[in-house]
């Protein structure tokens, strides 16, 4: 079936623009996760998803970050006034629900602020 | 949560066999060993979990000893499309499984 899809696949933005990515997760899938990858580095976990539920945004970086996912499926990232310390890889995962499920990745949305 | 440490790069040759050793001495009674693979481009993708002696699928081995304290992810015959980053994970975060990943091991593989 259809694996994580990610919307658009490279965003460039300007300094101070907002900016929205997209994840559409496996269906059927209770876990989202939101992870941000720096060139070179591992991911880093930003947010997750119970449903439609945010139970744990101890990752996001600033109170610039926000992410939604309104009915339990898809997710939105959003990121506003962008910074050029927000470049980076950001990945979405989906997996069936239970902790040690495995966690199905997205091909990512690359970020360049300019 | 587990410390993770695994060597930052690796190199092979097509054909070999190669293994990849992640160190983790504090690893809970709980806690099972998780091995991503990553290529240039794409979201990590997983390839293995184990939680004692030997684990085996069509891609990888996972060799575990004892003590539990080491593991050994084995790629048999490589070839130049294993060329990725591989993260060892021990155990998962919190009530939510959130994945802890370090900086991996970058393959590189030669003709």
């Known amino acids: 079936g259809a694996g994580v899809s990610q919307s658009p696949r490279y965003k460039v933005a300007k300094r101070g623009q907002d900016v929205a990515l997209r994840c559409d997760p496996i269906?059927?899938?209770?876990?989202l996760f939101w992870y941000q990858q720096a060139l070179g580095q591992g991911p880093e976990f930003l947010t997750y998803?119970?449903?439609?539920?945010?139970?744990?945004k101890s990752g996001l970086p600033s109170d610039r970050f926000f992410a939604e996912r309104p009915e339990g499926s898809v997710s939105t990232l959003k990121i506003q006034r962008t910074q050029q310390e927000d470049s980076a890889v950001y990945l979405c995962?989906?997996?069936?629900?239970?902790?040690?499920?495995?966690?199905?990745f997205g091909p990512g949305t690359r970020l360049t602020v300019l | 949560l587990a410390k993770t440490t695994q060597p930052i790069s690796m190199d092979s040759y097509e054909g070999q066999e190669v293994n990849i050793t992640c160190s983790h001495n504090?690893?809970?009674?709980?806690?099972?060993i998780t091995w991503y693979q990553q290529f240039p481009s794409q979201g990590p993708r997983f390839i293995i979990q184990?939680?004692?002696t030997k684990v085996t699928n069509e891609v990888a081995s996972l060799f575990i000893p004892a003590d539990r304290k080491s593991s050994t992810l084995s790629l048999p015959r490589v070839s130049l499309s294993d060329t990725a980053v591989y993260y060892c994970l021990v155990g998962v975060s919190g009530n939510t499984g959130k994945l802890i990943f370090g900086q991996g091991t970058t393959l590189q593989v030669k003709p």
């Open positions: 269906s059927g899938h209770v876990s």
């Open positions: 184990g939680y004692k």
């Open positions: 995962a989906s997996s069936p629900g239970h902790l040690t499920d495995t966690q199905y």
């Open positions: 998803f119970q449903n439609e539920a945010q139970l744990d």
């Open positions: 504090n690893i809970a009674t709980n806690d099972y």
